[in-house]
Nanobody, 124 residues
Framework: QVQLVESGGGLVQAGGSLRLSCAAS????????MDWFRQAPGKERDFVAA????????YYTDSVKGRYTISRDNGKNTVYLQMNSLKPEDTAVYYC?????????????????WGQGTQVTVSS
């Protein structure tokens, strides 16, 4: 069993930076592909980034490439999302999720675990 708790959200001005953390409980954290999603008001939940079990591979949605960096520390059971050059359109609730899928490049309809989300607001 894995529980995920996001933190690090807040209010930041456009062009600023923020680092989100997702802390996982349990001893099987390193067995999961980890993803970040976000959901803006009135919109669907969208994929943001994924990282492989070892942290050796990452994948990003086009809108955040070059600005966001996903990383993980399996020793600390934590996944991070470093967000730079933030834009107002990045405003959303950000969620981390754990998946048992074989490839980070393949979408899955089912995730094993979800965090509760953390609010990120970017002002213009």
């Amino acid at each position: 069993q894995v529980q995920l708790v996001e933190s690090g959200g807040g209010l930041v001005q456009a062009g600023g930076s923020l680092r989100l953390s997702c802390a996982a409980s349990g001893r099987t954290f390193r067995n999961y592909v980890m993803d970040w999603f976000r959901q803006a008001p009135g919109k669907e939940r969208d994929f943001v980034a994924a990282i492989s079990r070892s942290g050796g591979s990452t994948y990003y949605t086009d809108s955040v490439k070059g600005r966001y960096t996903i990383s993980r520390d399996n020793g600390k059971n934590t996944v991070y999302l470093q967000m730079n050059s933030l834009k107002p359109e990045d405003t959303a609730v950000y969620y981390c999720a754990a998946s048992s899928r074989a490839s980070i490049y393949v979408r899955t309809a089912q995730y094993d675990y979800w965090g509760q989300g953390t609010q990120v607001t970017v002002s213009s």
